[in-house]
C-alpha cells in the first residue's frame, strides 16, 4: 500500500471511530433517558394503585352513610 492510501484508510477509520464514539454517547443518554421514564412509569403506576385504594375505602364510607342514612329515614318515617 502506498503512503497516500494508508494516510486515506487512517483518515476513514478515523472518521468512523468519531461516528461510532458519537453513537455510542448518544445510547448512553437514550439509556438515561429510557430508565428515567421506567422510573416515573413505576411511580405513576404506585400513585394508580394507591388512589384506587383510597377510592375504594370512600366508596365503603360512602355505602356505610347511605346505609346509616336509609335507617335514619326509617326511623323517622320519611321514606315514601
Do not use: F, G
Amino acid at each position: 500500500m502506498s503512503e497516500t492510501t494508508e494516510n486515506l484508510v487512517l483518515e476513514h477509520l478515523r472518521h468512523i471511530r468519531a461516528k461510532v464514539d458519537s453513537i455510542d454517547s448518544k445510547v448512553d443518554l437514550l439509556t438515561l433517558r429510557v430508565n428515567s421514564l421506567e422510573t416515573a412509569m413505576v411511580s405513576i403506576k404506585y400513585e394508580i394503585v394507591y388512589c384506587a385504594d383510597v377510592d375504594n375505602r370512600h366508596q365503603m364510607a360512602i355505602d356505610r352513610l347511605d346505609k346509616r342514612l336509609d335507617r335514619i329515614e326509617s326511623r323517622l318515617e320519611l321514606m315514601p
